[in-house]
């Protein structure tokens, strides 16, 4: 993203959202660039490997993987030709080595244009994505805002998304999906900018005040004394007249 466009991007968000502005001034740092080493399919390659693990063990893994091809990211015909055994050796699941068989079939046969997904909108990069084994909607919309930079994405189903709303916003519970998209909506057509500032919201210390969604700060509850913390169901209905 550009200086003007960053420029832009942080204006309309300041003007859709309070919230958005306030986490804006706290952290008063700017989004990184798209990763342009490499290759596309090297990127989702990547991807496939750091799914559902940490940080540190997938990058081990990833890091033994691409030592069978010199330290670098396969070709699809050399992935292809890899014996799944040497993919499992260097701590890929079955699962995953049947997703990167997958990706690479699809990639030689030219079903899947690796190389050419920058030319393609957003929508048809997930869906595009999407019909490859093991890349799912989440997968694929961080290949839109890490590799192509895309401006406009807001990862739904991202569980720190949701949790920096959450706390954000003064919510009671994560928000759903569907929920992250409504709120979303405003941050349209710089939602990736917007992501990126709630994701590092979750490292600030002291954390972001938590606030009701009408922005007031939510007050503290107070127990009463000799109030009991929680009453049941039970507790609560009308006694009974004893029959004589």
Same mark, same amino acid.
């Given at each position: 993203?550009?200086?003007?466009?960053?420029?832009?991007?942080?204006?309309?968000?300041?003007?859709?959202?309070?919230?958005?502005?306030? &986490?804006?001034? +706290?952290?008063?740092?700017?989004?990184?660039? $798209?990763?342009? =080493?490499?290759?596309?399919?090297? !990127? /989702?390659?990547?991807?496939?490997?750091?799914?559902?693990?940490?940080?540190?063990?997938?990058?081990?893994?990833?890091?033994?993987?691409?030592?069978?091809?010199?330290?670098?990211?396969?070709?699809?015909?050399?992935?292809?030709?890899?014996?799944?055994?040497?993919?499992?050796?260097?701590?890929?699941?079955?699962?995953?080595?049947?997703?990167?068989?997958?990706?690479?079939?699809?990639?030689?046969?030219?079903?899947?244009?690796?190389?050419?997904?920058?030319?393609?909108?957003?929508?048809?990069?997930?869906?595009?994505?999407?019909?490859?084994?093991g890349v799912g909607r989440w997968t694929a919309?961080?290949? &839109?805002?890490? +590799?192509?930079?895309?401006?406009?994405?807001? $990862?739904?189903? =991202?569980?720190?998304?949701?949790? !920096? /709303?959450?706390?954000?916003?003064?919510?009671?519970?994560?928000?759903?999906?569907?929920?992250?998209?409504?709120?979303?909506?405003?941050?349209?057509?710089?939602?990736?900018?917007?992501?990126?500032?709630?994701?590092?919201?979750?490292?600030?210390?002291?954390?972001?005040?938590?606030?009701?969604?009408?922005?007031?700060?939510?007050?503290?509850?107070?127990?009463?004394?000799?109030?009991?913390?929680?009453?049941?169901?039970?507790?609560?209905?009308?006694?009974?007249?004893?029959?004589?």
């Open positions: 993203m550009t200086h003007a466009a960053h420029r832009d991007a942080l204006a309309h968000l300041r003007r859709a959202d309070p919230v958005i502005a306030r &986490l804006i001034d +706290r952290i008063e740092l700017v989004p990184p660039g $798209p990763r342009t =080493d490499g290759t596309h399919l090297g !990127a /989702i390659v990547r991807a496939i490997v750091f799914q559902q693990l940490s940080g540190k063990a997938a990058g081990a893994i990833h890091r033994r993987f691409e030592a069978l091809y010199g330290g670098r990211a396969p070709t699809a015909d050399e992935l292809l030709a890899t014996a799944d055994e040497t993919l499992r050796a260097v701590g890929l699941s079955r699962a995953k080595t049947v997703y990167l068989k997958d990706l690479a079939a699809r990639a030689v046969a030219g079903s899947l244009p690796v190389e050419q997904l920058h030319e393609l909108d957003d929508h048809a990069v997930l869906e595009t994505l999407t019909s490859v084994k919309q961080m290949f &839109l805002l890490f +590799r192509l930079g895309r401006p406009d994405v807001l $990862p739904d189903l =991202d569980l720190g998304v949701r949790k !920096a /709303i959450q706390l954000a916003y003064g919510l009671r519970r994560l928000p759903t999906p569907k929920e992250v998209l409504a709120r979303g909506a405003a941050w349209s057509p710089f939602a990736s900018v917007a992501t990126w500032y709630l994701w590092r919201s979750l490292e600030l210390d002291p954390p972001v005040p938590t606030r009701n969604p009408r922005g007031r700060p939510r007050p503290a509850r107070r127990k009463r004394a000799g109030t009991p913390a929680r009453t049941n169901a039970a507790s609560r209905r009308t006694p009974s007249r004893k029959v004589r």
